[in-house]
């Protein structure tokens, strides 16, 4: 069975950093793409960032130059390094799983991802 774990969520000040971690568990991390995605209240779950087996990557406009995505295959954990944080970033950030093995393209659909973190709550204060 697939676990994810979120950690590192918090509360922050306009301009500052911070760094989620997400631990995979469950099946061979190496072979599979990984993604960040958030919602905060009232809206729906957008993409944020995402890293394929191969290490490629993809990022929605909105965190573009500041957000990296980025993984350690032997740690089986997928990170998100998030600066020149915004009030507009504030929301829960939920770490997903494509469940396709070595899949060759990196995806943006929440649609396309079955394996979910229970969410770490992002809040920048201005």
């Known amino acids: 069975q697939v676990q994810l774990v979120e950690s590192g969520g918090g509360l922050v000040q306009a301009g500052g950093s911070l760094r989620l971690s997400c631990a995979a568990s469950?099946?061979?991390?190496?072979?599979?793409?990984m993604a960040w995605f958030r919602q905060a209240p009232g809206k729906e779950r957008e993409f944020v960032a995402a890293?394929?087996?191969?290490?490629?990557?993809q990022y929605a406009d909105s965190v573009k130059g500041r957000f990296t995505v980025s993984r350690d295959n032997a740690k089986n954990t997928v990170w998100l390094q998030m600066n020149s944080l915004k009030p507009e970033d504030t929301a829960v950030y939920y770490c997903?799983?494509?469940?396709?093995?070595?899949?060759?393209?990196?995806?943006?659909?929440?649609?396309?991802?079955?394996?979910w973190g229970q969410g770490t709550q992002v809040t920048v204060s201005s």
């Open positions: 997903a799983g494509d469940p396709r093995f070595r899949r060759a393209v990196v995806i943006d659909r929440a649609s396309a991802y079955d394996y």
């Open positions: 469950g099946r061979p991390f190496s072979d599979y793409g």
């Open positions: 890293i394929g087996w191969r290490y490629s990557t």
